[in-house]
């Protein structure tokens, strides 16, 4: 009976396996394989849960395929998806599962671009060492089969590690050697990218003219090969050059046009550099009004950038959770296809063996519950994976919020720190009018003794004091587009109107803003009498309140 058993189950597995062979013999060829990878990677930029959805179906066709090179390919593919989303961990592992599969099928060439992307990886994450023997084992790679444009992007990356580690000797050593084997291929991307690379490299060092030559090469280079990143890149680094060296009107011009570029290939990041730049150049030229102008529009994009990408790392969460519960549906459909057809098999075996197939159906029914309970469970921990990947990124939003509320209050405290300063320079002031109403009374010696200590002391106090425009600066930084209400309610507001405005706003006692203005509380009523009037301000309505409030 055992032996019959036996002979049983290999007939079945032989009509299994027949079916399964005749199944998929709609192969699955390279081509197939890299038309999907390069409609993934054309998503990537724009798309990335698009891009994790189309790597993931390439992934289970290589499956299905048992198509190593798909799958690691797959892998990556992802890796550089969750990399560019700065979900590290995901990253790390999807690489690490396609280096596993490359070097099974002894895939030379892609163990070392895998490498290559590690190491970018582990420079992300701040762990030089792993990025630099991964960049090591890549070149290494490389020199082995000969392939010159490897050994270039390899040296490339390594002279950017060491550039990191401001060990500037090995990286412009490093870089030169990509850009002669970039000469040496006739690479006019890859010469683009090294000159911009060593141009950065002579701006750290402050050698600015070398710096300079290397920039408009690699603006000559990105401009033939229309690459606009590249020249909007190239355009700020030499709007940086001048900026540095005094030569604020072509450090404009530069900036610029790196905005219009910039703002032509809709790359946010590189528009919110362009106005932080333009407003450096501003401020050096002490045009204050513009610098604040680009830095708040540099800002605002940039808190754009933030949203975007946070909506974007939810988005590719929820694709992932998407991704794995259709995985988890597709080996249930497979698993009870399987079974489906193997009662189809044992009812075709002959009656004489019924017996025998009702007591492999019960086996097979048990197997079904135990495999659904593991597959339950397989769920429910892919499920709290997912909520703690979720949690994460909710954390890094909140640490994130944390920190600007930070600078907010860190902002405050000066903004308090400096009207303090204020209150304390005219009560200095208060107390130097009443002494010198004392000396006018006492004995001519008297009177010269006390005016020196009145001299030394006014000289003090020029010594520490700071004015109204740095007192509206860091007010402006706290309380945001605060003056801009006041005059879009009356434009004729004077100076002293917007900071005893400004003072309220801070809500000091009556006394600390009399003081602050150097002047009697009557006239602080009057003045402020004044400025109710200006907002138009019923009878009812309280002026401190509607000020608060604004």
Request: hydrophobic content about 35%.
């Amino acid at each position: 009976m055992k032996r019959f058993t036996i002979f049983f189950f290999y007939i079945l597995f032989q009509i299994s396996n027949n079916h399964l062979q005749a199944s998929s013999s709609h192969d699955i060829h390279d081509e197939k394989i890299e038309e999907l990878l390069k409609q993934a990677q054309e998503l990537l930029p724009a798309k990335p849960d698009s891009s994790v959805l189309i790597a993931d179906l390439i992934l289970e066709l290589s499956k299905q395929e048992n198509y190593k090179k798909g799958q690691a390919k797959a892998h990556q593919l992802i890796g550089s998806v969750f990399y560019h989303q700065s979900v590290y961990h995901e990253a790390l592992i999807h690489l690490q599962q396609a280096e596993v599969l490359l070097k099974d099928i002894g895939n030379e060439s892609g163990i070392a671009e895998n490498h290559g992307q590690l190491g970018l990886l582990y420079a992300t994450i701040k762990q030089p060492e792993l990025a630099h023997k991964y960049q090591e084992e890549a070149l290494k790679i490389y020199e082995k089969l000969g392939d010159k444009k490897g050994l270039a992007y390899a040296y490339g990356n390594l002279g950017r590690l060491y550039e990191k580690k401001q060990q500037y000797v090995q990286a412009i050593n490093y870089q030169e050697k990509a850009l002669n084997f970039y000469t040496e291929i006739n690479d006019s991307s890859g010469l683009a990218t090294i000159m911009e690379n060593i141009g950065s490299i002579y701006e750290d060092k402050e050698m600015f003219k070398i710096a300079h030559s290397f920039f408009m090469k690699s603006l000559h280079l990105s401009a033939k090969n229309k690459d606009s990143l590249l020249m909007a890149i190239n355009l700020n680094n030499i709007a940086d050059i001048y900026r540095k060296t005094g030569i604020y009107d072509s450090a404009i011009h530069y900036t610029n046009r790196s905005l219009q570029i910039s703002i032509n290939i809709k790359d946010k990041y590189q528009i919110s550099s362009a106005y932080k730049d333009l407003s450096k150049i501003y401020s050096g030229l002490k045009d204050y009004h513009n610098a604040y102008k680009n830095l708040e529009l540099g800002r605002t994009i940039y808190e754009d950038i933030y949203k975007s990408e946070t909506a974007r790392q939810v988005s590719l969460m929820q694709s992932l959770f998407q991704m794995e519960r259709k995985n988890s549906e597709i080996q249930k459909l497979e698993h009870d296809k399987k079974f489906n057809y193997l009662i189809k098999s044992i009812l075709t075996a002959g009656l004489f063996i019924v017996v025998l197939i009702g007591a492999l159906i019960i086996s097979r029914q048990k197997n079904r519950l135990l495999n659904k309970e593991k597959q339950l469970k397989s769920d429910k921990e892919q499920f709290e994976a997912h909520t703690s990947r979720m949690n994460n990124a909710l954390e890094t939003i909140n640490i994130k919020r944390q920190q600007l509320q930070t600078e907010l209050d860190t902002k405050a405290k000066s903004l308090t720190a400096h009207t303090l300063h204020i209150i304390g320079k005219n009560k200095m002031l208060e107390e130097i009018r009443e002494m010198l109403n004392l000396t006018i009374k006492e004995e001519p010696k008297v009177q010269k003794r006390n005016l020196k200590k009145l001299i030394k002391q006014i000289d003090q106090s020029f010594i520490q004091d700071k004015d109204w425009t740095d007192f509206r600066t860091i007010f402006e930084q706290v309380h945001q587009d605060f003056f801009i209400k006041l005059q879009q309610i009356n434009s004729d507001l004077t100076p002293a109107d917007l900071r005893l405005a400004a003072l309220i706003k801070l809500n000091l006692p009556s006394k600390d803003i009399a003081t602050t203005l150097g002047i009697s509380q009557d006239s602080l009523r009057i003045a402020r009498y004044r400025l109710r009037k200006k907002m138009n301000l019923s009878e009812g309505e309280n002026l401190i309140n509607f000020i608060l409030n604004l």
